[in-house]
T-cell receptor, first 112, second 113 residues
Framework: KQEVTQIPAALSVPEGENLVLNCSFT??????LQWFRQDPGKGLTSLLL?????REQTSGRLNASLDKSSGRSTLYIAASQPGDSATYLC???????????FGTGTRLTVIP | SQTIHQWPATLVQPVGSPLSLECTVE??????LYWYRQAAGRGLQLLFY??????ISSEVPQNLSASRPQDRQFILSSKKLLLSDSGFYLC????????????FGDGTRLSIL
């Protein structure tokens, strides 16, 4: 069964810093990997989707990479802002599955 | 554009009472639909998914059931709630085409007393 791990569980950085969030998964047979943002008490907002054949995706200040063979993905946030404060979730869709397997998230705090 | 609606946003129910949470999607046809639960300190866990009307797959044995009476309507139910049913319930949809992202609703916070 696919297991997804996110480290660290929490991260605090000063405003303006670049940062990297990490995600690892145990089964490299995946269709895609998706990064989400969750604000407290709210639903999930999709940030980026990387197909298994892709190495990275970019959206504005966000860049997500995928190394399927090693079971790793990173989310890079450039020039962090206080509005980036949220929990970031990584989710993997395994080959042959309809659902996503989620990590427990990294809670990011950007300090003004 | 596509939108997904969940209601209610919050719900407080006594143990043993019934439950009905509703999710509807607009702006797309024949979506895949999902119910997830997020318990405190744990990752999201898939409860049910549906690829069409009346087609429900359950991922974990539990006290809940799901139904899809219409193409874009997904309902999560229980006849008798347990304390362990407390959590944050999220509905999601994805396009039937392979490898499309899942999009989530705003969730329902369910507290069982």
């Amino acid at each position: 069964k696919q297991e997804v791990t996110q480290i660290p569980a929490a991260l605090s950085v000063p405003e303006g810093e670049n940062l990297v969030l990490n995600c690892s998964f145990t089964d490299s047979a995946i269709y895609n990997l998706q990064w989400f943002r969750q604000d407290p008490g709210k639903g999930l907002t999709s940030l980026l989707l990387i197909q298994s054949s892709q190495r990275e995706q970019t959206s504005g200040r966000l860049n997500a990479s995928l190394d399927k063979s090693s079971g790793r993905s990173t989310l890079y946030i450039a020039a962090s802002q206080p509005g980036d404060s949220a929990t970031y979730l990584c989710a993997v869709r395994s080959a042959g599955a309809n659902n996503l397997f989620f990590g427990t998230g990294t809670r990011l705090t950007v300090i003004p | 554009s596509q939108t997904i609606h969940q209601w209610p946003a919050t719900l407080v129910q006594p143990v043993g009472s019934p439950l009905s949470l509703e999710c509807t999607v607009e702006g797309t046809s024949n979506p895949n639909l999902y119910w997830y639960r997020q318990a405190a300190g744990r990752g999201l866990q898939l409860l049910f998914y549906s690829v069409g009307i009346g087609q429900i797959s359950s991922e974990v044995p539990q006290n809940l059931s799901a139904s899809r009476p219409q193409d874009r309507q997904f309902i999560l139910s229980s006849k008798k709630l347990l304390l362990s049913d407390s959590g944050f319930y999220l509905c999601a949809w994805s396009d039937v085409t392979e490898n499309q992202p899942q999009h989530f609703g705003d969730g329902t916070r369910l507290s069982i007393l």
